[in-house]
């Protein structure tokens, strides 16, 4: 059977006006600011999972990830409008990301300090085929950067375990790139200094040459 034209073009039109999700990313900052239906959905498909594994390395073992990211985008959603420059939709979200990620830290800290709750105890069960030697290490280096500031365990994560350039380490923690950089140089060389003192971690210990970007 074939449907008459006329019958088809509203319909061809209207999945033509709003291919949202094939915005590069000032559209879709653009798009997500003016409510636009799918940008929700297209912001999160695009960039959900990089929120939850800077989440998920930040805070740790424990670390209530899906609920910060879902504050993440709750937030993200609520200020798009005031995104300057929209081709920074990147940056602006991991930026919120942070935020949220230093208020959980803070709100931990103090947890622990009135022994309610957070043992920093791995609470997942081995998984088969898991290395248990690099699992405990890990749990260490969680316990270790438990020993910093927030400010300082941020960089430390963004930068060597979240693997971002350093620009992007700077203007997601809301430093300019040469603060970001001195407070770098400092974090890591006392990050390497604790780790080269657990026999353990000692083995993971690399030399860090801090590249300029600029």
């Known amino acids: 059977m074939v449907l008459p034209s006329a019958a088809l073009a509203p319909r061809l039109t209207l999945v033509r006006a709003s291919p949202v999700a094939d915005l590069d990313d000032a559209g879709l900052a653009r798009a997500a600011a003016e409510g636009q239906p799918g940008a929700a959905g297209a912001v999160w498909d695009r960039y959900g999972a990089l929120v939850h594994g800077l989440l998920r390395r930040v805070l ?3 670390g209530d990830v ?3 990211a879902q504050e993440t985008f709750l937030q993200f959603f609520r200020e798009v409008k005031n995104l ?3 081709g920074a939709l ?3 979200l991991l930026g919120i990301a942070v935020r949220v990620a230093r208020s959980a830290l803070r709100r931990r800290r103090f947890r622990r300090w009135f022994s309610l709750t957070d043992s ?4 997942d069960e081995p998984a088969e085929g898991v290395d248990e030697g690099a699992r405990e290490a890990l749990a260490r280096l969680y316990a270790l950067l438990d020993r910093l500031d927030d400010r300082a365990r941020l960089l ?3 930068r060597h375990i ?3 350039e350093l620009a992007e380490t700077a203007q997601a923690s809301g430093m300019s790139l040469a603060t970001a950089k001195r407070h770098l140089a400092k974090v890591t060389a006392r990050v390497h200094a ?5 026999p353990l971690l000692a083995a993971y210990v690399e030399p860090v040459e801090e590249a300029s970007d600029g």
């Not at 604790?194 to 657990?198: F, G, L």
């Open 60 to 62: 740790g073992p424990g």
């Open 66 to 68: 899906e609920d910060h």
């Open 84 to 86: 300057r420059d929209p």
């Open 90 to 92: 990147r940056p602006f």
């Open 120 to 123: 920093g105890v791995l609470p």
């Open 156 to 158: 430390f994560v963004l």
């Open 162 to 164: 979240e693997g971002l």
């Open 194 to 198: 604790m780790a080269e003192r657990d």
